[in-house]
């Protein structure tokens, strides 16, 4: 079963990149639930929530390009 390493390489990259972000990301919500009253407590909730879809999506990417550079095309 021959692997493309070079596009294996780049699905582990995807998911290096979603690791911080599925630690941060709900961290940051956190802290903007705790702090309601400050002015700034949309903009933090909005980034929060940005970087928890971005976590998820660079998941699903990171899995789908892993399974694509096991496949023999």
């Known amino acids: 079963m021959p692997v493309n390493k070079d596009i294996l390489n780049k699905g582990f990259k995807f998911l290096t990149f979603a690791l911080p972000c599925t630690f941060i990301g709900p961290a940051i919500i956190h802290f903007a639930f705790i702090n309601k009253q400050q002015p700034m407590y949309p903009y ?27 496949s023999d095309k």
């Open 44 to 70: 933090i909730l909005g980034v929060g929530i940005l970087l928890c879809f971005s976590a998820i999506f660079l998941i699903f990417r990171g899995i789908i390009t892993i399974i694509n550079s096991l």
